[in-house]
């Protein structure tokens, strides 16, 4: 350890947009040995809902005439999703995306850390822990039917 912050993650960001800058930059080495302004129909695309990854990719690679960057672009899978139902009305999977980052449910921890909470609690921490005492909570393992989204059962230990 090299007392670094990175994490696997970060190192796996990283990997992902070497390989799109790779393939970016031979379609572009490709066009310009042919004289093309660009390669009709072929675009490398980074799809990531990190947004400090999609920042690194836009940072990590030349920019064109126009200040955009040269060899791929970058979105959340939301933006894309969005642009595919703008160009085609049949399509409704923006409903199937993940939504990170909506509303800010973090909170600030008494070391100093902050957690995120991506879904609100329905009874705070301090009551379930009193309640699963008391036994007005049971504690159990929620076991969903694999075949049926409709179904499945909590086994609850006393």
């Known amino acids: 350890d090299n007392g670094s912050d990175i994490t696997i993650n970060d190192?796996?960001?990283a990997r992902l947009r070497k390989v799109a800058y790779y393939y970016g930059r031979a379609l572009y080495d490709f066009s310009s040995r042919q004289q093309q302004q660009q390669t009709q129909g072929v675009e490398v695309?980074?799809?990531?809902?990190d947004v400090q990854s999609r920042k690194?990719?836009?940072?990590?690679?030349?920019?064109?005439d126009d200040g955009s960057p040269l060899y791929y672009e970058t979105r959340s899978m939301r933006d894309h999703v969005t642009l595919l139902q703008?160009?085609?009305s049949t399509l409704n999977?923006?409903?199937m995306v993940a939504q990170f980052g909506g509303k800010d449910e973090s909170k600030q921890q008494r070391d100093g850390t902050t957690v995120q909470n991506y879904y609100p609690p329905h009874v705070a921490s301090s009551t379930?822990?009193?309640g699963l005492q008391t036994h007005r909570y049971y504690?159990?393992?929620y076991r969903s039917n694999r075949d049926s989204n409709t179904e499945g059962y909590v086994t609850v230990r006393r």
Request: charged fraction near 30%; proline fraction near 3%.
């Open 86 to 88: 703008n160009e085609d």
């Open 93 to 95: 999977l923006l409903d």
């Open 45 to 49: 695309l980074f799809l990531s809902d």
């Open 11 to 13: 190192e796996n960001d």
């Open 56 to 64: 690194l990719a836009v940072m990590e690679q030349p920019e064109d």
């Open 128 to 130: 379930l822990s009193h």
């Open 139 to 141: 504690q159990g393992i």
